[in-house]
């Protein structure tokens, strides 16, 4: 059992003053909102973000690109308008410190369940959050780097199965590879896994300690999609668009690791049958839409981050093509567009970092409904955006007044939303309208 003593008390009892969220007009430069301070004693404090009036229609990002002479396939595609959220709403701290969460899942019950990535600990989070106890029976994690355990998934039917889902770096002979196992959840006593089962191992086996993806999305068709990564050294990325390599794709299973017939390189010989699309870079942030559309948010090179809709078959391009350059500055494509390579919806020069996606379906923020928010690390932002017609209209960087890194977003069984925030003193956040 481990008890958080920074939020123990602040929650649910302390009186939440009110915030005006910025409004866009009048330009008063001298009525500049007051920042709150994220260091100190801010646990369970309420902020709201500050990014202040922009009535030009100005894009958020202001800083100069890092490959200048790569524009734009369409209008829209980078740079969208700032947008300004009117809703006032405050921040909480719900639970922490966690060390380098990675993902939060919710029990029905109210619990939550959120990994701790280096050490591979999935945690039993009390409803109230001022507890949690470690689950018993999760594999064994490769931890260095951006490696770990990383995704935690109930089933869609946990109710009934009581099975989780989750993904980790597996150690593995020559080195190591995306993993999804799922086990059942025993929550009486003390809690642990059983009847554990590895669904899914990303082939073939590397040594490399970074860019493995690890987001798990249930698809209301009974399947199941996982994202991947190229691997980030070039032996991984030349397979980036290979169909005999689980690298760079999206994959799509059924939930027992099974394929499902209806794959688009089911019978293709040679290729991996659980390929969905391909060309992907690092994929950490995924989520469906209204319409059960698969989106990702796609870790790019420098200057490359990607927003991308991702269908049956698709070929995203990574290597080929795209926005960016190595962080060296070198350059990696000759250009941004070929045929029948997928262009982003999106794109971010310089990047954002995307560590998770989710689409924002819930009735406690109104005006957020269709926005997709996205935890970003580097940024140290929540970036919402604004979608219509598949394209990017609106772009708003939320809770930079915290100046942290944010691991994970999700919207919670009630509607609010929740914020991992990353690092070895990373907190739960949970936003709701005042
Ligand atoms: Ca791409």
Known sequence: ??????????????????????????????????????????????????????????????????????????????????????????????????????????LPDGRLLVTEKYEGRLLLVAADGKSSTEVKGVPRVDGRDQGGLLDVALSPTFKTDKLVYLSYYEPRDGGNGLAVARAQLGTGGVPALTMLQVIFRMQPTLDSTKHAGGRIVFSPDGTLFVTLGDRSILEGRVQARDPASHFGKVVRILPDGKVPKDNPFASTKGARPEIWTIGHR???????????????????????????????????????????????????????????????????????????????????FPEWKGNFFIAGLSSQALIRLVVEGDRVVGEERLLTDHRTRMRDVTQGPEGAIYLLTDGKEAKLLKLTPL
């Open 282 to 364: 690092n994929v950490l942030g995924a989520a469906l839409d209204s319409k059960d559309r698969l989106w990702v948010a796609e870790m790019g090179p420098q200057g490359g981050d990607e927003l991308n809709l991702v269908e049956r078959g698709k070929d995203y391009g990574w290597p080929m093509i795209g926005y960016g350059e190595e962080y060296s500055g070198e350059p990696i494509h000759k250009t941004t567009a070929a045929p029948g390579l997928e262009q982003p919806v999106y794109y971010w020069d310089p990047v954002i970092s995307p560590g998770a996606l989710m689409i924002y379906n819930g009735d406690l």
């Open 1 to 106: 059992m481990r008890f958080f003593p920074l939020v123990a008390g602040a929650l649910m009892t302390l009186p939440f003053s009110c915030h005006k969220q910025p409004k866009p007009d009048p330009v008063q430069p001298d009525q500049e909102p007051q920042i709150v301070e994220p260091d100190g004693n801010s646990e369970g404090e309420e902020t709201v973000p500050r990014v202040g009036p922009n009535p030009e229609a100005q894009p958020v990002e202001t800083a100069p690109p890092n490959v200048p002479e790569f524009k734009p396939a369409f209008e829209g595609q980078t740079r969208a308008q700032a947008v300004h959220t009117q809703t006032e709403f405050r921040v909480s701290t719900v639970a922490g410190p966690f060390q380098y969460p990675w993902a939060v899942d919710f």
